[in-house]
T-cell receptor
Framework: GQQLNQSPQSMFIQEGEDVSMNCTSSSIFNTWLWYKQDPGEGPVLLIALYKAGELTSNGRLTAQFGITRKDSFLNISASIPSDVGIYFCATNTGANSKLTFGKGITLSVRP | GAGVSQSPSNKVTEKGKDVELRCDPISGHTALYWYRQSLGQGLEFLIYFQGNSAPDKSGLPSDRFSAERTGGSVSTLTIQRTQQEDSAVYLC?????????FGQGTRLTVV
């Protein structure tokens, strides 16, 4: 089946630093989504990308849909303690096709 | 409410008992997912409903697990003869046009 690769499993950064995480696959996709899960909560959609090369920002977050349609990255600038959580990427091949999630990256931010 | 609602939020059950977990999706959403998440881990896909199509049950870990979606809306995940390894958070998500929105989850503890 389709697999998404997110690594490393955990990242540790200092408050104020920028961080970049990416998500790769051997397959081509039409949509890339990024989610964040806070402890004890369900994942929340951060950014949705629909076109190859698309670059979208949401506050301190920026995400891009790779030109090859096989990858995407998420940048967080000027990190703050509330950025801690698990970040998941997700993709599908069409609006009515099943979403596939990556295994997630756990982000820790040191004050 | 406007979001995905799951009940109960917490469930403690004795080993060997059956449990039912409920998911009320966002009105009008055509797709519904169930996932399982162990502490600090990623999302383990269980089952996917899309409209009137046959559900994708490929993620159900054993025949003790089943799910149904009545009238294209509310879904129930049933676990029969629960085991301690079934302890986890069970997350439901509903989706429209490829974007999934999650509930808060049901934390299941089997003692």
């Amino acid at each position: 089946g389709q697999q998404l690769n997110q690594s490393p499993q955990s990242m540790f950064i200092q408050e104020g630093e920028d961080v970049s995480m990416n998500c790769t696959s051997s397959s081509i996709f039409n949509t890339w989504l990024w989610y964040k899960q806070d402890p004890g909560e369900g994942p929340v959609l951060l950014i949705a990308l629909y076109k190859a090369g698309e670059l979208t920002s949401n506050g301190r977050l920026t995400a891009q849909f790779g030109i090859t349609r096989k990858d995407s990255f998420l940048n967080i600038s000027a990190s703050i303690p509330s950025d801690v959580g698990i970040y998941f990427c997700a993709t599908n091949t069409g609006a009515n096709s099943k979403l596939t999630f990556g295994k997630g990256i756990t982000l820790s931010v040191r004050p | 409410g406007a979001g995905v609602s799951q009940s109960p939020s917490n469930k403690v059950t004795e080993k060997g008992k059956d449990v039912e977990l409920r998911c009320d999706p966002i009105s009008g959403h055509t797709a519904l997912y169930w996932y399982r998440q162990s502490l600090g881990q990623g999302l383990e896909f269980l089952i996917y409903f899309q409209g009137n199509s046959a559900p994708d049950k490929s993620g159900l870990p054993s025949d003790r697990f089943s799910a149904e979606r009545t009238g294209g809306s509310v879904s129930t995940l049933t676990i029969q003869r629960t085991q301690q390894e079934d302890s986890a958070v069970y997350l439901c998500a509903s989706s429209l046009e490829g974007k999934a929105f999650f509930g808060q989850g049901t934390r299941l503890t089997v003692v």
